[in-house]
């Protein structure tokens, strides 16, 4: 699988994906909402899914005190490029998010798991949560995004239903048999639940998929903007969650 995650970001924009558009840019703007609204002042972070660093930099920039690890050597390059022009991040590294790194236990106020969970299964997820929860203290916070099972089935499903037994496969196995791994809320909760973890915010990051469309990024300024405070206002309601492609959880360890 590792090298199926590497070779499909070896040929994707993973810089720009964020701000594409309106409707990619809905997920780059609610993170940031939450990280200032969680993450206490001048926290030490590890971002072990850090991609090319969008939400590493950007927290640096913040005063944070960040690290950045990151399966893909093609995604470390393009962070060292930047930190080469702009030094602010702490450490940079080639790094398994599941597998042990060179940090000691407990090293960290926040821990970011943003993207690993697109890609494991069940019995890989656990080994990354056991890391991610090695590297953090006590009352610090681990933040994890997946994909929503249920807004990619619709997402991928034809007009004409050409591909429905496609969709029904997706739905049994939790995958369309490409490096992407879907889950639901609930799913989520078990796995707090199961690794003694409370649950601070749960949200969806994008919203519904079918934001994904011209008319939608075609819209004024002015409009989208009005959009995302409607958006932020309902993005934690439960009844919502399982409409959005993107999920992102805030968790604690239970005390």
């Known amino acids: 699988m590792d090298n199926a995650i590497i070779e499909y970001y070896n040929s994707y924009d993973e810089a720009g994906r964020l701000f594409r558009n309106y409707s990619h840019q809905i997920e780059w703007l609610t993170t940031i909402h939450y990280f200032d609204k969680l993450i206490p002042p001048a926290s030490t972070i590890f971002d072990g899914c850090a991609g090319t660093g969008n939400y590493a930099f950007r927290?640096?920039?913040?005063?944070?005190?960040?690290?950045?690890?990151?399966?893909?050597?093609?995604?470390?390059?393009?962070?060292?490029?930047?930190?080469?022009?702009?030094p602010i991040l702490k450490d940079i590294f080639v790094g398994d998010i599941c597998?042990?790194?060179?940090?000691?236990?407990?090293?960290?106020?926040?821990?970011?798991?943003?993207?690993?969970?697109?890609?494991?299964?069940?019995?890989?997820?656990?080994?990354?949560?056991?890391?991610?929860?090695?590297?953090?203290?006590?009352?610090?916070?681990l933040v994890?995004?997946?994909?929503?099972?249920?807004?990619?089935?619709?997402?991928?499903?034809?007009?004409?239903?050409?591909?429905?037994?496609?969709?029904?496969?997706?739905?049994?196995?939790?995958?369309?048999?490409?490096?992407?791994?879907?889950?639901?809320?609930?799913?989520?909760?078990?796995?707090a639940q199961r690794n003694h973890l409370k649950i601070l915010r749960h949200l969806t990051s994008d919203g519904n998929f079918s934001m994904r469309n011209p008319a939608f990024n075609n819209a004024k300024q002015e409009?989208?903007?009005?959009?995302?405070?409607?958006?932020?206002?309902?993005?934690?309601?439960?009844?919502?969650?399982g409409y959005g492609l993107h999920g992102l959880v805030f968790l604690t360890k239970e005390q």
């Not at 890609?119 to 991610?132: G, V």
Request: hydrophobic share 40%; net charge negative.
């Open 59 to 86: 927290l640096a920039k913040q005063g944070h005190h960040v690290a950045a690890s990151d399966i893909v050597p093609h995604n470390v390059d393009i962070m060292r490029e930047e930190q080469q022009k702009n």
């Open 99 to 141: 597998q042990p790194n060179h940090y000691a236990d407990s090293s960290f106020d926040v821990v970011l798991c943003m993207g690993a969970f697109y890609h494991l299964d069940e019995a890989l997820r656990q080994k990354a949560m056991e890391q991610c929860l090695r590297l953090l203290k006590p009352d610090g916070i």
């Open 223 to 241: 409009d989208f903007e009005k959009y995302m405070e409607l958006h932020l206002r309902i993005c934690e309601d439960k009844s919502i969650l």
């Open 144 to 191: 994890i995004t997946y994909i929503n099972l249920a807004a990619a089935l619709y997402l991928n499903l034809e007009p004409r239903l050409g591909n429905i037994d496609k969709i029904l496969k997706c739905y049994d196995t939790r995958t369309f048999g490409d490096p992407f791994v879907y889950m639901t809320p609930d799913e989520i909760s078990r796995t």
